[in-house]
């Protein structure tokens, strides 16, 4: 038998571990694209990748659960307002329960279609105005169409995320994480006090049940042990039931929507109308611009509670994020679901447990998908009590508006960046203090329908608009006898307001320029003037120190501290090594005029 024929015992094994690695390079995460090592906060109970007991995984992953099946009062608030059926309506609530909790299970899976983060999908609050107009226009099949054109959009405008990240710098991420903040407030506050939108009159029995909830909620996450703190909610949760239940706070006729729905029932699933309403696609634009903006809000702030070193924006987590959530309103579509999106209150619940394990979001899932065969439970859920959901989501609203703030003030604040954060964050208050949202045309009304959106898209626009005049590059002379420190800390200072940079990076390149200019000039290794030059590309800022002389050179073991003592080449060559050792990157050399160069590399 010749050797081209024979595969030998081993063949079968070598195929079955190629087609392993190729369903790995299909599905999993580039296995070349490893993330930057991640310091863990002090905080963190469970971080991402821990494994959480059975116990604990079980009670945490049903508090993520419960509170998403909360928001499947928007959906049933649309099938109300534009008159469904029962049947209609119980067929569009299963669809969306079963559809969001696999978008969940496949988010906080980490594959090339997740972000790996614990992200919870809802029904998007937002999308009521599109639901409304689409069931008025042509009932639960052109609802359908539209949400899978919407999704089919959002799969489309992943591929561009990762481009985007210099329309998305930390300031308009930090402007949309405040406003999203503030966009709950309203909502939230109403709950809590039991104001319908007929007047401002407090309920008082609300307002005792939501400060029961949220006290319960603090109280419990500040001063409980570790193992209560994760049933911080929970605990709340059912305290303020209870007591609104005490109250007479039910909601009317709960009593019959929980006998009309059926204990277990497989999901009716309908098909799409295969059409779509021309009028309709300005909205769905808006929608997707808005979604892309939700994401890198909730991502965000998932991305600071886990890695307390954070720095910019994660875009390959967001890409996968927004390709999640396609996938979620294609399936939403295809069995006339209702769109969905990112919670931001499950971010207030793992900062609230300090659990954000990805195995958490997946147990969520499956709590939620599980939920889609058992309408009595659907409905039960939508029945909580409104006083302590505003509980819940005054904590989820405090946790957000300082997240933002914090995230805007990682960044040196020039004018130019004050005004666009500034202005940003009343153009979304207006919409939230004055009546204006009726004054704007249907398809631009999503964009004013929270503070979020307004804000965020204004903060996205002025950080365009003021980007104008600022140079990535620029420098200085500095002459023999200045001060070296005054030269480098007023230069890089300056720039430093005008970019954006993060605090610590300049902090960290001011005494690292400073003692490199210092060798230079005080030991006449540089003829005449030395040249100092920054750049910054959002990822690194390079500090370069160009003069007429001889190239430095690093030694490769530590100087003895004697040299310090020595001649001036020796004292240079310490200076050097030291200089080495405070950068993330340097090199010595020349450059092509033939100048010597000093180049300083600090990540970003």
């Known amino acids: 038998m010749t050797m081209a024929n024979h595969k030998g015992p081993d063949a079968p094994r070598r195929a079955s571990a190629g087609l392993v690695g190729l369903l790995r390079r299909l599905v999993l995460l580039d296995p070349g694209n490893i993330p930057r090592p991640r310091r863990r906060p002090v905080g963190l109970v469970y971080g991402l990748d821990d494994k959480v007991p059975a116990g604990a995984l079980v009670a945490l992953s049903a508090q993520h659960a419960m509170l998403a099946l909360t928001f499947l009062i928007y959906p049933l608030v649309v099938a109300t307002e534009s008159g469904l059926s029962q049947h209609e309506t119980n067929s569009v609530l299963t669809a969306c329960a079963m559809c969001i909790g696999l978008a969940t299970m496949l988010q906080c899976v980490r594959t090339r279609f997740g972000s790996g983060y614990l992200v919870v999908h809802v029904p998007s609050p937002g999308a009521m105005p599109l639901a409304i107009q689409t069931l008025a226009l042509g009932g639960v099949g052109l609802m359908a169409a539209t949400t899978l054109l919407l999704g089919t959009c959002q799969l489309f405008v992943a591929r561009i995320v990762r481009p985007l990240r210099v329309l998305l710098p930390p300031e308009v991420c930090g402007v949309a994480v405040v406003m999203l903040g503030i966009s709950l407030a309203e909502p939230a506050l109403r709950r809590a006090l039991g104001i319908d939108g007929r007047g401002v009159q407090v309920d008082h029995a609300s307002a005792l049940v939501s400060m029961l909830t949220v006290a319960l909620i603090v109280g419990?996450?500040?001063?409980?042990?570790?193992?209560?703190?994760?049933?911080?909610?929970?605990?709340?949760?059912?305290?303020?039931?209870?007591?609104?239940?005490?109250?007479?706070?039910?909601?009317?006729?709960?009593?019959?929507?929980?006998?009309?729905?059926?204990?277990?029932?497989?999901?009716?699933?309908?098909?799409?109308?295969?059409?779509?309403?021309?009028?309709?696609?300005?909205?769905?634009?808006?929608?997707?611009?808005?979604?892309?903006?939700?994401?890198?809000?909730?991502?965000?702030?998932?991305?600071?509670?886990n890695d307390a070193d954070w720095r910019r924006a994660d875009m390959r987590a967001a890409e996968r994020a927004v390709t999640t959530c396609g996938i979620a309103n294609v399936l939403n579509g295809l069995t006339s679901g209702f769109h969905s999106g990112l919670s931001s209150s499950a971010v207030g619940l793992a900062f609230a447990t300090g659990a954000t394990a990805r195995i958490i979001g997946v147990a969520a899932g499956a709590f939620i998908f599980a939920t889609a065969f058992f309408p009595k439970l659907i409905v039960a859920l939508t029945l909580i009590p409104s006083p302590v959901i505003g509980g819940i989501l005054l904590y989820t609203t405090a946790y957000l508006l300082v997240a933002g703030m914090e995230l805007i003030l990682s960044r040196r604040l020039s004018e130019r960046r004050v005004f666009l954060v500034g202005l940003s964050i009343l153009a979304g208050l207006s919409v939230a203090l004055l009546p204006i949202r009726d004054q704007f045309p249907l398809w631009l009304k999503p964009l004013v329908s929270t503070p979020m959106s307004l804000g965020t898209i204004v903060a996205i626009l002025l950080n365009l608009l003021f980007r104008l005049g600022i140079s990535r590059e620029a420098g200085i002379a500095v002459r023999p006898g200045a001060n070296s420190f005054e030269a480098v800390r007023d230069f890089l200072e300056r720039q430093g307001d005008l970019w954006g940079a993060r605090r610590d990076v300049i902090s960290a390149a001011i005494p690292v320029g400073a003692q490199a200019l210092e060798v230079l000039l005080d030991n006449d290794i540089a003829a005449g003037d030395v040249e100092l030059r920054a750049r910054f590309d959002e990822t690194h800022l390079d500090v370069y120190l160009l003069y007429d002389g001889e190239v430095m050179e690093a030694p490769k073991v530590r100087p003895a501290p004697e040299a310090l003592l020595g001649e001036p080449a020796e004292v240079a060559a310490f200076s050097a090594y030291l200089i080495k050792r405070l950068s993330d990157r340097v090199t010595f050399g020349r450059t092509v005029s033939g100048k010597a160069r000093i180049a300083l590399r600090f990540d970003h």
């Not at 209560?228 to 007591?243: D, M, N, T």
């Not at 239940?245 to 006998?259: D, T």
């Not at 779509?276 to 929608?287: G, H, Q």
Request: charged share 15%; net charge neutral; hydrophobic share 65%.
């Open 220 to 305: 419990i996450a500040i001063f409980a042990p570790r193992r209560i703190k994760l049933f911080a909610v929970l605990i709340g949760a059912a305290s303020g039931w209870g007591l609104a239940v005490l109250l007479g706070l039910e909601r009317a006729g709960a009593e019959a929507l929980l006998s009309a729905a059926p204990l277990v029932a497989l999901p009716e699933l309908h098909l799409p109308a295969f059409r779509i309403e021309p009028s309709l696609l300005p909205l769905v634009a808006v929608m997707v611009l808005l979604n892309l903006v939700d994401v890198l809000s909730v991502t965000v702030s998932l991305e600071k509670m």
